[in-house]
RNA sequence: GAUCCGCUAGCUCAGCCGGUAGAGCACCUGACUUUUAAUCAGGGGGUCUGGGGUUCGAUUCCCCAGCGGAUCACCA
């Protein structure tokens, strides 16, 4: 790499804080004390073990590293927090201590270094335990100034795309992050106590199932196969059960190409698993020892608020049937509804807009449960019995004409935190409702699911009763760490690029998502009687001529779009010289600049430096060009990436 | 996708009726040997998100775009 004046291109925007912070890394490299030449740092304890057992370790030796983040000069005597993974701890140094040399840079810090400190464990006269600085390094160097102390990083933006210094400055966020981690740890565990097996089934599908949700889409170069990111694991989940497994589970990300909001990201962790002769009602009790026990792991209560509301998840929870439910926030009584006509007519009165000519009776009842019952679920509920139209996979309650299903959905602060069914497992019947959803989808539903013959297959090979229980773990993460947005529980959130990094080759417009793999597939797979070459030169060149010509393997370092030019890329490359190399190249039109951002090309580097819209360009980049079908095609000779920047071609 | 709101120094935010910009923290210089958002004195730092328009003059008013947030719709 080259050793570049400064470490990144933005300099310009913050010259002065990072200027002096460079001119203070120069002075310790000049002085042999290149922080980024240690390699270990020190630590005997942890910040908040040393506050907890102080009564052992006062007057103990310590060693603590992390990062300063806040500083209080005294002239000769100096206090400063340092952070590590537990929390902060104060460092008190002092001149009569450290002695001239070590004290004066030790106050040349900045706040954001990371620094090691060993000394004593005692209590300053205010009462804050602290460690006496009487031996210290700089482990590595902060260049940019942090986000302010007291208010912390505010601007929800900064803090998901850069969540490095949002983990810094707000350590509720750090602890909301080791929360998550706990409570997935929780849910194994409880898992294995019931000797329930992790498994992992695939996340690229040939059929996207177990859900209704529009899938992302990519592509398989070698097998040139359309492949679909998981919307649900479920439809392999259960190939496991009839396998025999018999308690199965996977915590994993799923991913559905739809909106996002404060509960919906368009990847999300969902913990979904099987369990052979059980039921949905095995499931409930499931549910609650999952959640509430994850609440009480973490927060040592059952009771806890969200967003201001108490909640109590202290099982068991309140079980409903979605009749119920209906009848008492709605005043709809459906079981003494007998047609769809009346279920229409019921809904009608009761004040729900949208009410199809054809809507049925279960149909009618879902609506007016999400219209009139959903938002009044505050406290954990079970809601049961779903009309059969709304749970394709779910089994068929008896005794309901065939109307419900075993099923029921978790809602807590009216919101959905998980699914369960009574697992279907007729093929007969799991065939016609993927015929079902085909009609659907030939009838423009992009969400119906397709139909997945292996896995009727695999009902028809025998699928013990089972119950099935999906939950959000995002959301139950939200619930639990009292947290507003799904983006505050994870930990990099889908965002979208910021404007200079938009890859141009992302031409994902409504209905022809061509992507780059694609792309270059299609290349591949070229008809050799339609490339013609251009005839072999008859002219010689002598040896000597040849050698002067300096070949070399260069890197991509950076590719970027020259404004108003239609053909021209600019390339930053790294030609092994440490000089960063600009050669501008006329290809805009065969690649997309960012697919080529760390590539490994051939370039010739001793051309004259030649202007094109204005910006020199050292050499050119080499390119194999033939006619193809009447047209010209290019492909830029791309090398293996072991081959180092700077290697010369003989 | 729709509606509303926001974007000003590294960070958190002021900036009125249009007159080329302020505070605190951070940073630099100095003082200070037990501070707690240390204190005190002095100093530097801005493409007011971008592009148009109105105007003698735009951070301010208007339009368009970008990004973000909230609400709605869909979903988990």
């Not at 793999?517 to 009687?529: A, E, G, H, K, P």
Request: glycine share 8%.
């Amino acid at each position: 790499m080259a050793d570049r004046e400064y470490p990144v291109e933005q300099v310009e925007s913050v010259p002065e804080q990072m200027g002096f912070r460079i001119d203070k890394l120069r002075a310790l490299k000049e002085n042999g004390q290149d922080p980024y030449k240690i390699t270990t740092g020190r630590q005997t304890h942890h910040a908040a073990d040393i506050v907890a057992d102080f009564k052992n370790l006062e007057d103990e030796t310590v060693s603590v590293a992390g990062r300063l983040l806040a500083r209080r000069g005294m002239g000769k005597v100096s206090f400063a927090d340092l952070l590590d993974r537990s929390g902060t701890i104060q460092i008190f140094s002092r001149l009569n201590n450290l002695g001239d040399e070590s004290y004066a840079s030790w106050q040349n810090l900045d706040i954001g270094d990371l620094v090691e400190v060993t000394g004593q464990v005692f209590r300053t006269k205010t009462g804050e335990i602290s460690i006496r600085n009487s031996e210290w390094r700089l482990l590595a160097k902060s260049l940019r100034p942090l986000p302010e102390k007291f208010h912390g990083l505010r601007d929800t933006d900064t803090r998901y795309r850069k969540r490095y210094l949002d983990l810094i400055v707000n350590p509720e966020v750090r602890e909301t992050f080791i929360k998550r981690s706990r409570i997935i740890s929780f849910m194994r565990e409880e898992l294995e106590r019931r000797q329930y097996l992790e498994v992992e089934t695939p996340l690229l599908n040939t059929i996207p199932g177990g859900a209704t949700a529009r899938p992302f889409v990519t592509h398989h170069n070698a097998l040139n196969l359309d492949l679909f990111l998981r919307i649900a694991p479920e439809l392999f989940l259960k190939r496991l059960i009839v396998g025999g497994l018999e308690r199965v589970y996977e915590i994993g990300r799923n991913f559905r190409n739809e909106g996002m909001s404060n509960r919906h990201n368009p990847e999300f962790t969902m913990l979904e698993l099987y369990e052979a002769y059980g039921d949905y009602h095995s499931m409930m009790e499931l549910s609650e020892a999952l959640i509430a026990g994850a609440c009480m792991d973490i927060n040592g209560t059952y009771e806890i608020e969200y967003q201001g509301t108490p909640i109590s998840l202290a099982p068991p929870w309140r079980r409903m049937t979605m009749v119920e439910a209906v009848h008492e926030f709605a005043g709809i009584n459906f079981d003494s509804i007998a047609n769809d006509e009346e279920a229409r007519e019921a809904a009608r009165k009761r004040g729900l807009d949208d009410v199809p000519a054809n809507m049925t009776w279960g149909e009618a009842l879902s609506k007016c449960f999400e219209e009139f019952a959903e938002h009044h679920l505050i406290q954990p509920t079970f809601i049961i019995d779903y009309p059969i139209e709304v749970s394709p996979l779910a089994k068929i309650k008896q005794g309901t004409n065939g109307r419900l299903t075993e099923r029921f959905e978790i809602f807590i602060y009216g919101r959905e935190h998980g699914n369960a069914y009574s697992e279907l497992n007729d093929p007969f019947d799991q065939a016609r409702r993927f015929e079902d959803q085909k009609r659907r989808r030939e009838a423009g539903d992009e969400e119906a699911t397709l139909p997945d013959d292996d896995f009727i297959e695999a009902l028809e090979i025998g699928m013990p009763p089972t119950g099935g229980l999906g939950i959000g773990i995002d959301r139950v993460v939200m619930l639990l760490t009292d947290q507003p947005s799904i983006r505050d529980v994870l930990l990099f959130p889908t965002m979208k690029p910021l404007g200079s990094q938009i890859p141009e080759n992302q031409a994902f417009s409504e209905g022809e998502a061509i992507t780059y793999d694609q792309f270059t597939t299609d290349s591949q797979t070229i008809d050799l009687s339609k490339v013609k070459v251009e005839p072999l030169f008859e002219d010689m060149v002598d040896f000597e001529t040849f050698s002067k010509s300096d070949f070399r393997v260069v890197k991509v370092l950076n590719c970027e779009e020259v404004p108003k030019s239609k053909k021209l890329l600019k390339f930053t490359l790294d030609d092994g010289s440490g000089q960063e190399r600009i050669i501008l190249s006329g290809i805009k039109e065969y690649y997309a600049a960012q697919s080529l951002m760390g590539k490994t090309l051939v370039a010739i580097t001793n051309l004259p430096e030649r202007k094109m819209m204005g910006i020199p360009s050292q050499g050119m980049i080499i390119s194999s060009v033939y006619e193809y079908d009447g047209e010209e095609n290019l492909n830029l000779l791309i090398l293996d990436g072991n081959i180092p920047a700077g290697a010369k071609l003989y």
